[in-house]
């Protein structure tokens, strides 16, 4: 039996070369329809670290701020209600010269404090980049053990070496170099060598954390970048004004906004110093001056509502320079 004929084919018909080609009608971009659950899910995974933080942090600072407007000290602690007195507090703290000499004190304490340890942190960093094995271990070990040691074990130990009558510090002075006025000297009587003293203390607990940022930073570097600018002839200052420290800057900045908050919230090494015999008035920062307060709950949260908006206005430098680099 045979199979049958297959229909006939026509041929298509030839293509004019001269006729234009037909535009392609265009493909819809296909759409995907993103569900309100699917936008919602990475906020839903912040909310494990927001709400200690609204706990911990947000709770607080509201409760300061609603002190601040009101009437609050020890009475207000055994069931008196507290009055509402509006602005009083702040005017009561803004038209006090000696408010405004602790002010202008605690900012340029932070500010020379903050450049110390910033200058002092680059220079061990780089150095640490530089120098041998050995050398780098013992300095980082020294950095460490600065670091960790308890800031009153630390203080405890600076208390003697400043010790007016037993300190390493008046014998090597008094003794060695010739200088017999500092036999006995006090270094916290005055003013002048308080924050002397207390800037040594501070800027030697704060540098490690500087070292430590700018080392690991500066390890980050491209070693080809550097080498090839040292085969164009560029000095060591060249290469790390030009070449390193233009990559390493928004560490750096993050360091110097931290240090700037830490120096102008300094307390511990203030007040142990002050106990230890310091003129409590003419050395009070705003930490310390805050604590001060602490009997009249109202003025110290006024104070220390002053002292937040202080730092916005220092930090706001830096966190619009970090800004405007994420950007670039």
Known sequence: MSAPPLPPQTAAPPRDPAAPDRPTA?????????????????????????????????YPLV??????????????????????????????????????????????????????TMAVGIGLAVLMSRVGRAARVTLQVGMLLAWGTPVLATLTVWQWLFDSQYGVV???????????????????????????VATVIVVWMSVPFV????????????????????????SA???????????VRPVLLIAALLQVIWDLRV???????????????????????????SREFSMAGAMATVMLVITLCLTGFYIRRMLREEEL
Do not use: K
């Not at 009587?189 to 924050?195: D, L, N, V």
């Open 237 to 247: 200052w060249q290469r790390f004004r030009h070449l390193s420290l233009p990559l």
């Open 170 to 196: 008046n014998w090597v002075l008094a003794g060695p170099l010739g200088m017999a006025e500092f036999r006995g000297h006090s270094w916290i009587i005055e003013p002048a060598s308080f924050y002397l």
């Open 63 to 116: 409760r300061q701020f609603v002190l601040s407007f009101q009437e609050y000290g020890l009475a207000q602690q055994f069931g008196r209600p507290a009055e509402w007195v509006g602005l009083r507090n702040y005017t009561e703290l803004l038209t006090d010269p000696y408010v405004w000499g602790v002010i202008g004190r605690s900012v340029a304490f932070c500010l020379v404090n903050a450049g110390l």
């Open 267 to 293: 307390f511990t090494q203030i007040h142990v110093l002050q106990r230890a015999g310091a003129p409590t008035r003419e050395t009070h920062l705003l930490g310390t001056f805050v604590y001060s307060l």
């Open 26 to 58: 265009p493909s819809r971009p296909v759409t995907r329809r993103v569900s309100w659950r699917s936008r919602l899910n990475p906020y839903l995974l912040l909310v494990p670290a927001l709400v200690p933080i609204a706990i911990g942090l947000g």
């Open 211 to 234: 070292v430590f940022t700018t080392y690991a930073a500066l390890l980050q570097v491209p070693a080809e970048c550097v080498e090839a600018a040292q085969l164009d002839g560029a």
